[in-house]
């Protein structure tokens, strides 16, 4: 049965092939899972490792405690250890070239082994009047080792008489930029002296922990027990365990995300899974001679059976493996562009391998192929030794379901209906019980859309084939005989044809639910902030200070900038019913212009009342007592920063306040870059702002808005790439079934050619047929989907009963319907290739 196993894939190599695709896709998405998650582990723990280097001893304080430098110490008079680090860095301003910038500060390492940052250049300081710079901070400085940088105070007097106090250092050398272990900032290096000088300034002194490189031939129980002693209550740990308890920290989620990922995986999986059975159904129809003659001349029905396993366990085999090199072959190649354009992450050389990694993969591809060929290794055996020597009958067409489907089509109706009822009822109930029991709803809507995806998948051969005579009738009027044949030949047989589309229904409904949930909550998530923060950009002076005219106008003048309000005022007490706070009182000359920079105000003195936090406005509703007790009347303007006032000449006329600072309020172009414009805005700043002055405070909803945008629309992106794995599959399984469908009618094409039928029809009516077959798919997968993500969308983003409105995205559904039309076309290249190449007069001869 091997020789014969052999002999028979090697007549199918080219269905194999593209069944072979399916499997390696599915696998080879598993297998870059695995990559994936374990790149993320081993860069978290070398990223930790870097934050604290190579220790021997790391000592942690209790939760919410530090160590301050009488502690530190004790534990460097310890015997037996060589070299203390304390763990914590101090933040200051840092000016040169008329730009300011952010920079943490930690301790020089007093041991290579300690560092936490590498130094690239220079020297490390060496005293108070020293520092080492990061090198992004240096390079955009435009200074370099030598060079002379100011440091501005972390504190301010308020009083405008007076400069920020600075200090002049030199640039000793220049460092890695450590970033995200400076509180998010670059992370530089200063001498011990100069952090404890700093932290007397700023009235603090403590560290989060330290760690130690124990002396030569030092006994570490003996150490650790020392340490107890002196520091009470702390935990030691070995730099090891301490780099791997923080990666977990990073990466506690990896779990989670990898099992999503292997979710999406699993889709793959069971969509190539109905394109193998598909296939291998078709190929054992298609060797009922060879089957029956082997019967005929002693084969038993089980070695039969065994033969069609055999040959999709070699199938599954070869194909995973294939899959398994397919997905470490693409990590690799996205690793090393992660790596080329991130210099400072610590980003492993190599895709990590484990043995996960391989038998994951492997034994869910062989699983899913042996699994998806069983029903067709049962169909082997049905065949009649005497059918062999019956002469071979061209198939018939169908027509209609017949009464074998039936229970299979009423248990898929029944399971829609229910599924549909189930869904309906959560979202009723969500909208009825705002707040109240929202688990329960949402999981009775997923559990709702699986059983009508599964009611679906089995009822569809009764959906599919009339979709199909729908749009064949309309392709049929549209165009001519090709167009009429390939209507006609696209239900002939409704089994094989349901099964392929069902393949594409359900990779298509999956990505449309994303997109259309995804679409749907960033347009109620841009009408929240909209709402919460409606104000682009603020630019505000520090008490005591005021924009200078060439600030504002170089503000005004920078490019994404499309309007501005500029304020004036000062800091109050402003006392309500709510209660007494300290806000920024802020002057509006013309109210109406509000309207240009507030994205929430329309005549500028809107009606409503609420808290302070979402800011405040005068027209004649409710009063507020400012600090002098004269009372003005208050509304609400929302999306404000929060605790502020704005007052119109009027009424600021009536508080006796006296105007020492001012800001400028900003609104973007739709189309700019926040972060961009933000940064350009700063630099602004920085150029303008007087020496030793400290510098204005840039603000805004802007760059938060578009970072919550950003992060929908990168999910909605990897979300549809890994779905659109599924379509993929689904989409080979077309080019098979067409392919396999020249083979079967072969001699009635070489039939329709002897009786007129060009080349050019020939290929026309293939094309137009898997066309038929990929629309009908993907439509009936975007109604579904559709269906699912709106629902889906309204139990999730539903607040207080509120209906969510349907927010279609047209932009997936235009991709999917045209990626559907091209595939169509496409998978009927090769068949309507061979079929034509084929004489009419051999073919009828066979």
Known sequence: MWRLTVAQMRRSIARLVAVGIAIALGTGFVTATFVTTSTIEQTALAAARAGVGDPDLVVQPPTYETLDDTQIAAIEGIDGVAAVQPIGSSWRDVTAGGLTSAVAFSPVSPDERLGQVTLLEGAAPAGTGEIALPASVASRFGVGVGDDVTILASTWTGDADTVRPSQQLVVSGLTSDGSGLGFGMPLGLASRDLLKAWQVEDDWSSWQGATLVLAPGADPATV????????????????????????AQFTGGVSVFRGLILAFAAVALAVAGIVIA????????????????????????????????????VLGIIASIAGILLGLGLGQAVLSILRAVNDGVPLPAAVPVDGWTILVPLVAGVLVTVISASGAARLATRVAPLAALRPVDAPAAEGRTGRRATPRVVTGWVLTIGGIAAMVGAMAWSRANPGGAFELALLLGVLGGIVTLIGVVLAAITIVPAAIRLLGRAAGALGGPAQRLAATNSVRNPGRTTSTATALIVGVSLVTMMATGATTARVQLTQMLDEQLAVDVTVTAPTGTTLTADTIAGIQGVDGVVDSLVLDGTNAEVTSDSGTISAA?????????????????????????????????????????????????????????????????????????????????????????????????????????????????????????????????????????????????ALIGVANTLALSVVERRRENALLRALGLTRSQLRWALATEGVLLALVGALVGIVLGLAFGWIGSSLLLGVAGASVPLVVPWSTIGAVVLVALVSGVLASVLPARGAVRVPPVVALAS
């Open 224 to 247: 650790e027990a020392a340490i107890v002693a002196a520091v009470p209550d702390v935990t030691l740990m070995s730099g090891e365990d301490f780099a791997r308890n923080q990666a």
């Open 585 to 729: 009182v802020w002057r509006v000359a013309e109210p109406g212009s509000l309207g240009s920079v507030v994205r929430t105000a329309d005549d500028g003195w809107p009606r409503e009342y609420a808290a302070f936090a979402d800011g405040w406005v005068v027209p004649k509703d409710g009063s507020i007592t400012l600090g002098d007790a004269s009372e003005v009347p208050t509304g609400l303007l929302g999306g404000l920063p929060d605790f502020t006032v704005l007052l119109d000449s009027e009424a600021w006329g009536h508080t006796g306040l006296t105007a020492d600072t001012s800001a400028i309020w900003l609104a973007l172009a739709p189309d700019a870059n926040p972060v961009a414009v933000s940064q350009a805005i700063e630099d602004v700043v920085s150029r303008t702002v007087d020496a030793g002055a400290p510098a204005p405070i840039v603000a805004g909803g802007a760059v938060e808005r578009a970072g919550y945008t950003q992060i929908i629309d990168t999910l909605l992106i990897v979300v549809v790439g890994l779905l659109g794995v599924a379509v993929v599959i």
């Open 278 to 313: 598909n296939t291998f159904t078709v190929l054992v129809a298609q060797r009922t001679r060879t089957l029956a003659l082997l019967r005929c001349v002693g084969a038993t029905p089980r070695q039969v059976r065994r033969s069609v396993r055999l040959e999709a366990l």
